[in-house]
Structure formats: C-alpha cells, structure tokens
C-alpha cells in the first residue's frame, strides 16, 4: 500500500473512530464530573532525604466517575486543557488542598507545605494571581504553606511573561517548583533568572539512576546545578532503597515516590501523619 492516493481515507481507521469517541464521551462527562462531586484530591508525602521528615505533600486530582471508574488524570487533564474545563477543576484542587492543609494544622500536626499543580491553561490566566490570593484568604492558610508546581515547558513557553507572574505569585509569600524538569528545553541563563524555589528531577531520570551511568550523571550534574542557584532539589518516583541512596549521597533535598507512599486519600494521609508523629 505503497502508492496511496490523495483522496484515500485511510486515516480513520475503526481504532481511531472509537478513540475519538472516547476522547468526545469523555469530554462529556468531564463537564458535569464536577457539580456531580466526581473529583476528588489524594496527596502524596514529599520526605526530606537528611531526615525523612515529611515536609510536604502534593495534592493529585482523582476522578471517580460512577459507571467508568477512576480515569487517570494523565487521560483527562489534557482533555480539561483543550476545552478549558481545567480552570474550574484546578480551582477546585487548589481550594481543597488547602482547606485540607489547614485542616490538618488545626488538628495539631506540624505544619507542612502544599504543592498544588498549576497547568499551562491555567497559568496564562491573568487571574490566577486572584484566585490564589481568594483562596489562600478563604482557607487561612497562610502563603508560605503553599507550593505552586509549574511544568518546565510551560515556564520556559514565555519567558518574560512567566517573569513577571511569578514575581507576582512570590510577592504574595508563596513557592514555585519547576515540575517535569530536565524533559522540556531550559536555558540556565533563564533558570538563574527566574524567581524559583524548587527545582523537581523528573521520574524518567530517576528509574534508572541506580543502572545508566547517563541518567546518573544527569541526576547529579542537575542537583549540583540547582545548589549553585541555592535553588531546592526534589526527586520523584523515587521507588527503591539504591535509588535513595543514590540521591542520599548527592545530597538531594528532597524525594517523592512509592518507595515511602504513593498518594494517598486525606484520611489515609491522616492516618500516615498520626503514626508518624507518635
Ligand atoms: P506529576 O505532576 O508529574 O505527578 C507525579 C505523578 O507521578 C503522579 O501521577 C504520581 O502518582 C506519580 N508517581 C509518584 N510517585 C511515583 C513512583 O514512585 N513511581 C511511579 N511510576 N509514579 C509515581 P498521577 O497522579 O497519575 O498524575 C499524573 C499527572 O497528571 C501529574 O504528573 C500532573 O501532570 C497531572 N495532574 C495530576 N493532578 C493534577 C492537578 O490537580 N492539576 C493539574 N494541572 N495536573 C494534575
Ligand atoms: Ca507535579
Ligand atoms: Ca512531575
Ligand atoms: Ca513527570
């Protein structure tokens, strides 16, 4: 089938009629998942690698939908991108990790921050800084427990324009972590400009840091990176004891993975704090 022609339609194959009708079902559903109280928050430990402290958590959008089961959120945050529906459903994360956050120090556990993840829609959106200054003042919880996570590739889309908003966000007493890094393109000259607090090691380059002399060598040369900056390091998909130890000895801030827990629903995180704290 060498020779095809202009006007074939070979393209839509029945595979890609059914996925496109899964991506439109989807879209659908995804419109009323929210009024319908589908979604709801897990959080997942951020443990200091010095100590094994937890130091925070990262809030992890679920959707529960009724006949479907869980849909991951790899499967409909794009689709949320692409109609917009991801600026009412990021909203909701952000107020309800945060009114769990404050929760969870109002019931005597020691202070921890939130990371928040903030999509590229979401970040364009002029009014995000209001959104976060309403619902930081709605929840009380105070700005410096709150960590917004920005992908690299979208940071890096507009550089002065992502400048300017972070300052912004800063100016308010809140973190920034760079998420995904080391996947999207950064110039360090950019990196060093940016008003940052963290810097997140993506999990493709964590995997093999125990077996790939490449993915080692890039794991240490970013984390050497990020001190020069006095930039914060955090590694995630951190799942074995080599791996640990690996980001031990070059003195990673901080780690993320299943290797201590995965994200967890707010009373089984509950239960986490309590056992740790006894
Ligand atoms: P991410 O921000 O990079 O989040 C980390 C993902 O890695 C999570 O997947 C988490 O469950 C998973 N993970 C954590 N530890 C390990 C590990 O040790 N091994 C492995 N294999 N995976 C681990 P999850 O929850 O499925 O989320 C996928 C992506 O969906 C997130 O990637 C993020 O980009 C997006 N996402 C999730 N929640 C939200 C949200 O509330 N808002 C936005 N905008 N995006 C979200
Ligand atoms: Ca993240
Ligand atoms: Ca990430
Ligand atoms: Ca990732």
């Given amino acids: ?150 992908t690299e590739s979208v940071a890096m889309q507009d550089v002065e324009f992502t400048n300017r908003m972070l300052l912004e966000l800063r100016k308010m007493g809140i973190s920034i972590a760079i998420d995904d890094f080391g996947t999207g393109y950064s110039s360090l000259n950019y990196l060093k400009r940016l008003p940052i607090d963290k810097i997140k090691i993506d999990r493709s380059f964590i995997g093999d840091i125990t077996i790939d002399p490449d993915d080692a060598s890039i794991v240490k040369t970013i984390i050497l990176l990020a001190h020069n900056l006095k930039l914060k390091v955090i590694a995630e998909g951190v799942e074995t004891i080599e791996q640990f130890e690996f980001l031990k000895a070059q003195n990673c801030d901080e780690l993320q993975g299943y290797l201590f827990s995965k994200p967890l629903p707010k009373n089984d995180l509950h239960q986490l704090l309590t056992k740790n704290n006894s």
């Fill in 1 to 150: 089938a060498k020779e095809l022609g202009r006007n074939n339609f070979q393209f839509f194959t029945p595979s890609m009629n059914i996925k496109t009708l899964q991506r439109l079902k989807t879209e659908n559903n995804l419109r009323h998942a929210l009024e319908r109280k589908e979604f709801h928050v897990h959080y997942q430990p951020q443990i200091e690698v010095s100590t094994g402290r937890i130091l925070g958590v990262e809030a992890l959008v679920r959707w529960q939908h009724p006949t479907t089961g869980m849909i991951s959120p790899a499967e409909f945050i794009p689709i949320a991108e692409n109609t917009g529906l991801i600026i009412p459903i990021g909203e909701y994360v952000l107020r309800e990790a945060c009114t769990q956050n404050k929760a969870w120090q109002e019931a005597g556990f020691p202070p921890m921050r939130m990371a928040v993840n903030i999509s590229g829609r979401q970040f364009q959106q002029q009014t995000l800084v209001q959104t976060v200054e309403n619902v930081l003042r709605e929840t009380g919880l105070e700005p410096h427990w709150l960590e917004l996570e920005i």
